[in-house]
């Protein structure tokens, strides 16, 4: 029963949340054969799965800048066991040991005249280093650097090493013996203006155009093999007998027969880490891991939400920005595809709820607020959720109090009827509403509850640092203006024209620019009753100038 259950077990899948401060890693590899990940965030802090231990070491910034999503521009070195190269853009050329973790950059003001490195590859006498301005080589016997002046200042996007030849961008390779650049040799033209990808699956180099539409592979006579122009793709693995290319769509390259041998389009969000496994094609759609029955055709989506995946013999290891490291076995890859009913039901009612607040202008604000509770409530179960940004604006624009007309007004709220998760979110609908309805003195007021009763409040992050200044600037004018003695149509150009520099709050954007009512009506207020007055031209000619550059915007 033991062995039974400990099987069980290990075929379960796994999750290894990131160190204390880790997240929202980009990338990731294996190094040291497949005992080890590395997983790298941009310009931070960067860390070192072992597999077998299950313990994280950390590798530093400096690492950490060679992550480019979905794949690392990183190389174990085949001729000296136990160093990689890693191409570190602004940081340089990496060279670090795995052995003893020692490390040493040749920068790019020392060793590449100042251009940001952008790729690596190796052979047996030299380090390939593409930058953003040339390539360039560093000898293992002299650890010096040289520009290869052939290829001019060409920004280099990929290199690959196949024997003496060593590929530049996809098109046009050097030869190592004496550093002179060859074109694909064939009679037609080359059929890409601009090569956005390239992958070398030896002997085959592939390049992909900057539309993802134009596929070329090029064979081992370095000739074209084959030229397409219907399968929308960025990206090549190698399958059993075949090469894969997809993206938007995906395409089985078969090497027996030469041509397309299979085919799936439109793969929703784009398709990208795609691995042959059984009878199924998985990868991630849309950063969702997928699957396709390749007898059926059936397409599968589960609710794992993941950045990027890699494969050893027995296991998928994929990362999530909630969920840390996570690691599906293949024994057991039905347990991805489990639909969780009740996370089922919460991404149905968030989109309800979405629907709701879009449309909120016939729901009283007290349902509004509950609403609103509810929906950050499911946000927190339904962690996968992309659309976190759209939905707190929706949010947000449901508790803009506007009467018929635009016009702002503060409601009446009764407080007994919020609970305690429900109350900040008033609070935070009246300072804003009553400042829009021209009570900066009363929004403030509103605010400073909010602030010192709430103060971890979702909330206080809807208002942003330069709206709280110029919310707390309108307080201190407005108190000031109401102090102050002066004429009639002095005091309505004063005060109109304070509501038109303090609607350029973000809560108040319209579709098109800022609700200016508040502003205008006493712009209009002081051109009827004081036609003559110099203050009633200052405003008109202010109302005409931002009507004239919404017109133009249009």
Not at 118 to 127: F, Y
Not at 329 to 347: C, G, Q, R, T, V
Not at 376 to 401: G, P, Q, W
Request: proline content about 2%.
């Amino acid at each position: 029963m033991a062995a039974v259950m400990a099987h069980a077990d290990a075929i379960r899948i796994k999750k290894f949340s990131f160190p204390s401060g880790f997240n929202n890693a980009s990338a990731m590899t294996f190094v040291k054969g497949k005992e080890r990940i590395w997983i790298f965030r941009r310009n931070a802090d960067s860390y070192e799965f072992d597999i077998e231990s299950g313990s994280w070491t950390a590798l530093g910034k400096s690492v950490g800048n060679c992550a480019s999503d979905p794949y690392i521009n990183l190389v174990e070195d085949a001729y000296a066991p136990g160093w990689l190269w890693s191409a570190n853009f602004y940081d340089g050329l990496l060279h670090y040991n795995l052995i003893n973790r020692s490390s040493q950059v040749y920068t790019v003001r020392s060793s590449f005249g100042g251009h940001p490195v952008t790729a690596v590859a190796l052979d047996k006498n030299r380090i390939w280093v593409g930058t953003a301005s040339g390539l360039y080589y560093l000898s293992r016997d002299s650890q010096t650097t040289q520009k290869v002046d052939a290829f001019g200042n060409t920004w280099v996007k990929s290199l690959a090493v196949d024997g003496i030849r060593i590929w530049v961008n996809g098109s046009s390779f050097v030869d190592s013996t004496d550093l002179q650049i060859k074109e694909v040799s064939v009679a037609e033209k080359w059929p890409m203006k601009e090569v956005r990808s390239f992958s070398f699956l030896p002997p085959y180099k592939i390049s992909f155009d900057s539309y993802g539409k134009t596929v070329v592979i090029i064979g081992s006579a370095d000739k074209i093999i084959l030229s397409l122009d219907d399968v929308e793709a960025i990206y090549a693995t190698r399958g059993e007998g075949a090469i894969w290319l997809y993206w938007g769509d995906i395409a089985r390259f078969d090497l027996n027969s030469m041509s397309i041998a299979e085919k799936y389009t439109h793969i929703h969000g784009g398709a990208k880490c795609l691995y042959e496994d059984g009878d199924f094609l998985l990868f991630l759609a849309d950063n969702y891991l997928a699957r396709i029955n390749r007898k059926t055709r059936q397409m599968d989506v589960s609710q794992l939400f993941l950045t990027t995946m890699l494969q050893d013999k027995s296991n998928y290891w994929a990362l999530s920005s909630q969920d840390g490291l996570i690691m599906i076995p293949k024994a057991n890859l039905n347990e991805a595809f489990k639909i969780d009913k009740s996370l089922e039901d919460a991404k149905n009612r968030i989109g309800e709820l979405g629907g709701f607040l879009r449309h909120a202008e016939d729901i009283d604000i007290v349902q509004r607020i509950k609403y609103i509770v509810e929906l950050f409530e499911l946000l927190r179960k339904d962690k996968t959720n992309r659309e976190v940004n759209i939905l707190t604006s929706e949010a947000r624009h449901a508790l803009r109090m506007q009467k018929e007309g635009g016009d702002w007004f503060a409601p009446k709220l009764d407080f007994a009827q919020l609970t305690e998760l429900e109350k900040p979110i008033g609070y935070y609908a009246l300072a804003t509403s009553a400042f829009g309805a021209g009570k900066p003195v009363e929004a403030m007021e509103y605010f400073e509850i909010l602030r010192k009763s709430y103060p971890d409040s979702i909330c206080l992050g809807w208002i942003q640092k330069n709206d709280l200044e110029l919310m707390i600037a309108t307080k201190n004018k407005y108190q000031e203006i109401s102090r102050k003695k002066m004429s009639k149509d002095q005091r309505l150009w004063e005060l109109g024209n304070l509501y038109f520099d303090a609607m350029l709050v973000d809560w108040n954007t319209w579709e098109v620019g800022y609700n200016t009512n508040l502003a205008f009506s006493y712009f209009n207020e002081l051109i009827s009753k004081y036609p003559d007055s110099i203050w009633a031209k200052t405003a008109q000619q202010k109302m005409d100038e931002y009507n004239s550059a919404l017109e133009q915007a249009d």
